[in-house]
């Protein structure tokens, strides 16, 4: 393939199922409405009336005298643009807001958790806003904010988006509504695709070479806006599938927001490095005559993360540390777990240095709190809602309780649960719960029988086999769906579907299951991940994937070393099996050396070495291999042209070549779904793309 992996995970998705022969699109790309008020799969079910009753009960108990947010979210609006969609270079559409519009109906959908709609409604936010004078907003243009601060002769550029495309229209409509200044400086507060991605749209590359363009980021911002999604990278583009719903339609029975803004941007995503580093926990700044001071934050929302305090504007920065949701402490996509407890610390920090004289506080998601005495609650329901997290969990854990049980006993305090921007949306309490036992205790419950399981397809037959088979199981799933039994209903249909993957029966009464569950969830990545679920199950995993165009920087950001390690990563052991050699590889232009030794089934990379005895030495430019990594020039081609010098046994690099397996995005996530070829096959030695990192 090109390069395109990570964009057909947010890319547009043409489905036809059945005779129904519905057409639609869905993900972070272009999308044909679906009608509101119908389902739009064949098999889909409305809300059950346990499904209803749960949501009036929220609607009863929940907080929704307080309109502070919708205050907030509209406070400082100066204009709209006449448009609602942003289109790509590509020609598809990046970016609708339009797709989104039924949520403004004024009309309480019963198939959405009442939580999360009223949040999907406050993320209906659209246009460009003041924050305070001077500090300006373009919101609802992608997935994250994209803010202006205004300097003596231009403008420094908080956060530019995910993609080029609608970067550039940001600035575009700053420029018009504000008057035309440059963009002097851009700040990446961390390392998620979101707020680097669109930076292209911002600035040319050449005035930030030049140091005539300022591009600010925190320590270890470079090597965690790459490395964090490139070993598992091919795993974590499918699970974004379940979390992010990407093949969902954007309906009150699909995909209605992402907590932090309503969707990816499906654009050119590029990255250009920052030339200037804050490497100090405090720094201060001033660039265009405005003063910042700079507050490292790693190990919270990203480990390369900072927030900033404008002291001239009595300003508080608060990057993705403070949103108005409480966020993953583990993503479901797949990430490393984060720390609940440093997360909570630094706001902390936030609230003890700059907190008690803020006079507006805003941040890269959400909208912006004014008056110290807001932000102080604020700051305060999101510090110790982390806090708590951690400890709570852990006060559990310390009394025996496990990975498997904390999520059905652990509970938000009650004071805590009646403040909305304590709420859950992003990180589910239930799963952020289990993250916290998992990062200090890891997976095992501590009971033996689940240290070494079966794996669920072998595990299935016994247990189908000891119920009496799949009538049975049908039958008393079915009479559980039927008495709104949703979770004792998966655990028996579960089991049936590992048994008969085949059996379509029974993978559409789980889709029923599931689907009711989504329902009931106020996070979205949960319920995005259950309903994802039931349309794989009902349709199978879809076909036909129109790939988006991406530049090539997140490869050019890839070190050598992580090309080998992933390289590595990629090596089919069983066709190395009794095979050994050593390969010098030189990069003269860059001046690196590495000695790479397969042995055991084992490929490992040793930096700034070279073997005595190495069956070939490899020489070739950094600069030439980019052009591999990317798949623009295979290596045999390097070879050829005599870019690429082999010295030795060239047969060792043959049979490198042929040891090396390329990931498919398309494998099974639930049973009997059949795996699809959906990443068409690339050079050996090509990179594939990271996975998208946004949304953390
Ligand atoms: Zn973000």
């Given at each position: 393939m090109s390069i395109l992996k990570k964009l057909m995970v947010m890319g547009v998705f043409t489905i036809f199922f059945g005779s129904a022969s519905m057409a639609y699109a869905a993900g972070g790309g272009g999308v044909i409405p679906t009608d509101p008020t119908?389902?739009?799969?064949?098999?889909?079910?409305?809300?059950?009336?346990?499904?209803?009753?749960?949501?009036?009960?929220?609607?009863?108990?929940?907080?929704?005298?307080?309109?502070?947010?919708?205050e907030e979210q509209k406070k400082g609006f100066i204009a709209a643009p006449d448009y609602k969609q942003i289109k790509a270079e590509a020609g598809h559409v990046a970016w609708d807001m339009g797709s989104y519009e039924w949520l403004l109906d004024g009309k309480d959908f019963d198939?959405?958790?009442?939580?999360?709609?009223?949040?999907?409604?406050?993320?209906?936010?659209?246009?460009?806003?003041?924050?305070a004078p001077g500090i300006y907003q373009v919101r609802g243009f992608d997935l994250a904010n994209i803010s202006f601060i205004r300097g003596d002769t231009g403008w420094i550029v908080f956060d530019p988006l995910t993609a080029k495309e609608t970067a550039k229209a940001a600035l575009d409509f700053v420029n018009e509504k504000l008057g035309e200044r440059p963009v002097v400086a851009v700040v990446y507060s961390h390392s998620h695709a979101d707020h680097f991605g669109g930076v292209r749209g911002v600035v040319d590359e050449a005035?930030?070479?030049?140091?005539?363009?300022?591009?600010?980021?925190?320590?270890?911002?470079?090597?965690?806006?790459?490395?964090?999604?490139?070993?598992?990278?091919?795993?974590?583009?499918?699970?974004?599938?379940?979390?992010?719903?990407?093949?969902?339609?954007?309906?009150?029975?699909?995909?209605?927001?992402?907590?932090?803004?309503?969707?990816?941007?499906?654009?050119?995503?590029?990255?250009?490095?920052?030339?200037?580093?804050?490497?100090?926990?405090?720094?201060?700044?001033?660039?265009?005559?405005?003063?910042?001071?700079?507050?490292?934050?790693?190990?919270?929302?990203?480990?390369?993360?900072m927030n900033t305090w404008f002291p001239d504007f009595n300003a508080f920065w608060a990057a993705e540390n403070i949103v108005a949701t409480i966020h993953n402490i583990y993503t479901l996509r797949g990430a490393l777990v984060r720390d609940a407890l440093e997360w909570s610390k630094q706001i902390n920090v936030a609230l003890y240095k700059y907190g008690r004289q803020a006079e507006v506080m805003f941040a890269s998601h959400s909208w912006p709190r004014w008056g110290n005495e807001r932000i102080q609650e604020v700051m305060r329901a999101q510090r110790d809602t982390y806090a708590h997290?951690?400890?709570?969990?852990?006060?559990?854990?310390?009394?025996?309780?496990?990975?498997?049980q904390v999520h059905n006993v652990y509970e938000v305090p009650k004071s805590l649960q009646q403040q909305w921007t304590a709420r859950s949306y992003h990180g589910s309490v239930a799963h952020n719960s289990r993250a916290v036992?998992?990062?200090?205790?890891?997976?095992?419950?501590?009971?033996?029988?689940?240290?070494?399981?079966?794996?669920?397809?072998?595990?299935?037959?016994?247990?189908?086999?000891?119920?009496?088979?799949?009538?049975?199981?049908?039958?008393?799933?079915?009479?559980?769906?039927?008495?709104?039994?949703?979770?004792?209903?998966?655990?028996?249909l579960n089991k049936l579907v590992y048994a008969e993957p085949q059996n379509q029966e029974a993978k559409d009464l789980l889709a029923d299951?599931?689907?009711?569950?989504?329902?009931?969830?106020?996070?979205?990545?949960?319920?995005?991940?259950?309903?994802?679920?039931?349309?794989?199950?009902?349709?199978?995993?879809?076909?036909?994937?129109?790939?988006?165009?991406?530049?090539?920087?997140?490869?050019?950001?890839?070190?050598?070393?992580l090309w080998l390690d992933f390289l590595g990563v990629r090596l089919d052991s069983r066709k190395a099996g009794g095979k050994a050699f050593t390969i010098n590889l030189a990069t003269p232009d860059n001046g690196e050396q590495f000695a790479v030794e397969l042995s055991n089934g084992t490929l490992t990379n040793i930096e700034g070495f070279q073997a005595d005895d190495a069956d070939l030495t490899i020489t070739i430019d950094r600069a030439d291999l980019e052009a591999t990594m990317m798949g623009a020039v295979s290596f045999d081609e390097q070879i050829a042209s005599g870019k690429a010098k082999l010295n030795g046994s060239r047969q060792v690099y043959e049979d490198l070549k042929t040891m090396l397996v390329h990931f498919d995005l398309g494998f099974e996530m639930m049973p009997g779904t059949g795996a699809r070829d959906l990443t068409p096959e690339e050079k050996p030695f090509q990179q594939e793309q990271p996975a998208d990192t946004s949304g953390g």
């Open positions: 119908n389902h739009f799969h064949p098999k889909g079910k409305v809300p059950s009336r346990y499904t209803v009753e749960l949501q009036n009960q929220w609607r009863k108990t929940l907080p929704f005298d307080d309109q502070r947010d919708f198939s959405i958790h009442p939580s999360l709609q009223r949040q999907a409604i406050l993320n209906m936010n659209y246009g460009l806003y003041e924050v005035d930030v070479r030049s140091g005539k363009v300022k591009v600010i980021a925190p320590v270890g911002f470079m090597d965690h806006a790459v490395s964090e999604n490139v070993y598992a990278g091919n795993a974590m583009s499918r699970r974004l599938f379940f979390q992010y719903g990407v093949l969902l339609p954007r309906s009150p029975f699909g995909h209605v927001d992402q907590s932090i803004g309503k969707n990816t941007a499906a654009g050119n995503l590029g990255l250009i490095p920052p030339n200037v580093i804050i490497k100090k926990d405090f720094e201060t700044l001033t660039v265009d005559g405005v003063r910042m001071e700079f507050q490292n934050t790693p190990g919270t929302e990203a480990p390369a993360e997290l951690n400890n709570g969990v852990l006060h559990l854990a310390n009394q025996g309780v496990t990975i498997n036992i998992n990062r200090y205790l890891g997976y095992w419950d501590g009971n033996p029988t689940t240290l070494i399981p079966l794996s669920p397809e072998d595990s299935a037959p016994l247990y189908v086999e000891m119920m009496g088979g799949a009538d049975k199981i049908i039958a008393k799933g079915q009479e559980l769906y039927d008495q709104g039994q949703y979770r004792h209903a998966q655990e028996i299951v599931f689907e009711q569950i989504g329902y009931q969830q106020e996070s979205p990545s949960v319920r995005n991940s259950f309903l994802a679920a039931a349309y794989e199950l009902r349709s199978g995993i879809p076909e036909g994937a129109s790939p988006k165009s991406t530049g090539p920087d997140m490869i050019r950001a890839m070190t050598t070393e």
